[in-house]
């Protein structure tokens, strides 16, 4: 994308993280700007545990988005390395967009997210998701309060789930770009490892599955993955690690039928990404208090060990 004398010809390429409260759509509106499923989501806090790089590529402009764990009061070492994840996305980007849900009213948390961004000098956008939830009167009521929550140099209502407003906010992040090479490859999507997209859409599963306490105590690691080119199938073995021996029980089920179905859903996807057949053997393990050892959650690969 560069002409002969050195210069980008207009080229934009940047990048832009991502921030939010838990479950404020972050994920879900990355995945509506690439036009494919490559983040997991979920209703649970900590969906997201990795800073994982996704990258849209056109003729105009290459946009890497960071998406990062929501930013939260953590209750235990897992919650304070999220935490210290997601703020250290916001070191060395071009762009952040804040996303606020505008289904729920703009609280302390919003506020203590904003307070993180007065600090950095950054160019910032205020991103109201999740708009297919609200009406027009509930909207502007939610604009004008999170309008105040810092100083913006952009603001963008959007819902990911009907697609409104998505190209807005693509828009909005590339005109405030700079001019620049594409960073990554054309065809490039995400810098996240294989072995970690199978552990991430493992454990999406079991989100979904699940409530209550087990969602937060559960790790998924990819022990071993191997593509046969004959058979075109990739055979996975990936362990599920939980806190407790009941969690255990629960996350195997009865005669082992919620760990089959868990396999069972998780293969679809696996297989969508990979673009072979899949053979999945998943295990559940205990590893007793494993959110409050710094070591293992690096381990996991959470947080500021991804």
């Known amino acids: 994308m560069t002409t002969f004398d050195g ?15 838990p479950n404020a759509g972050k994920s879900t509106l990355l995945n509506a700007v690439i036009g494919k499923k490559i983040a997991i989501t979920s209703n649970t806090a900590q969906t997201t545990r990795h800073r994982f790089r996704a990258v849209k590529t056109t003729d105009r402009f290459q946009l890497v988005m960071v998406d990062t764990p929501g930013l939260h009061k953590p209750h235990d ?7 210290t994840s997601a703020l250290k996305a916001l070191e060395d980007v071009d762009v952040i967009a804040m996303l606020v849900d505008s289904s729920k009213p703009v609280g302390t948390g919003d506020e203590w997210v904003a307070n993180q961004l007065k600090r950095i000098r950054t160019s910032k956008i205020l991103v109201l998701s999740k708009t297919d939830l609200v009406d027009e009167k509930t909207l502007a009521g939610q604009r004008e309060a999170a309008s105040a929550l810092c ?9 990911s789930v009907t697609e409104e407003g998505v190209g807005a906010f693509v828009e909005s992040v590339v005109e405030l770009l700079p001019e620049g090479p594409q960073w990554f490859p054309a065809d490039m999507e995400t810098d996240q490892p294989e072995e970690v997209v199978v552990a991430e859409f493992i454990r999406e599963k079991i989100l979904r599955s699940f409530r209550d306490e087990i969602p937060h105590a559960i790790g998924v690691q990819t022990e071993e993955m191997h593509y ?12 599920i690690y939980v806190e407790h021996d009941s969690q255990k029980g629960m996350i195997i089920g009865k005669k082992g039928a919620a760990i089959k179905r868990i396999g069972s859903e998780a293969r679809v996807d696996l297989e969508r990404i990979l673009g072979t057949r899949v053979y999945l053997d998943l295990s559940v393990k205990v590893k007793k208090n494993w959110r409050r050892d710094a070591n293992q959650i690096r381990r996991f690969g959470y947080g500021e060990g991804a």
């Open 228 to 239: 046969s080119r004959k058979k075109d199938l990739h055979s996975i073995r990936a362990i």
């Open 77 to 83: 070492a897992l919650g304070e390395e999220l935490n």
């Open 151 to 159: 100083e913006w140099d952009g603001i963008v209502t959007c819902s």
């Open 7 to 21: 210069m980008f010809d207009g080229y934009k390429s940047g990048f832009v993280t991502l921030v939010g409260r």
